[in-house]
């Protein structure tokens, strides 16, 4: 099993920036791609950045390329791995509760059947 917890929501204005980070644990490897999704109400879930295991295969979505950055952080141990989101330039269209989701041997893609997931952080963005 893997466990994923996401933090670093919350209320920000436009044009502001958040970083939100996943720590992910349990039977973790670096042979697991990250992605971030987000879902607003009333809204499907949608697609926003992945990664793969090496880190070097990257995909955004289009609303957010050049304003998010996608990063993650191996842990030498394999014991906990965590992958971050930067967002910068934010818009009140982002308004949405953020997740984070695991695949194995995945490319961190939009394609990618996504395994394991968070419980979520809300992010709010006033204008």
């Known amino acids: 099993q893997v466990q994923l917890v996401e933090s670093g929501g919350g209320l920000v204005q436009a044009g502001g920036s958040l970083r939100l980070s996943c720590a992910a644990s349990g039977r973790t490897d670096s042979s697991y791609a990250m992605g971030w999704f987000r879902q607003a109400p009333g809204k499907e879930r949608e697609f926003v950045a992945g990664?793969?295991?090496?880190?070097?295969?990257?995909?955004?979505?289009?609303s957010v390329k050049g304003r998010f950055t996608i990063s993650r952080d191996n842990a030498k141990n394999t014991a906990k791995n965590t992958v971050d989101l930067q967002m910068n330039s934010l818009k009140p269209e982002d308004t949405a509760v953020y997740y984070c989701?695991?695949?194995?041997?995945?490319?961190?893609?939009?394609?990618?059947?996504?395994?394991?997931w968070g419980q979520g952080t809300q992010v709010t963005v006033s204008s």
């Open positions: 990664i793969s295991s090496s880190g070097i295969s990257i995909s955004y979505a289009v």
């Open positions: 989701a695991a695949v194995k041997n995945g490319l961190g893609t939009p394609r990618d059947e996504y395994d394991y």
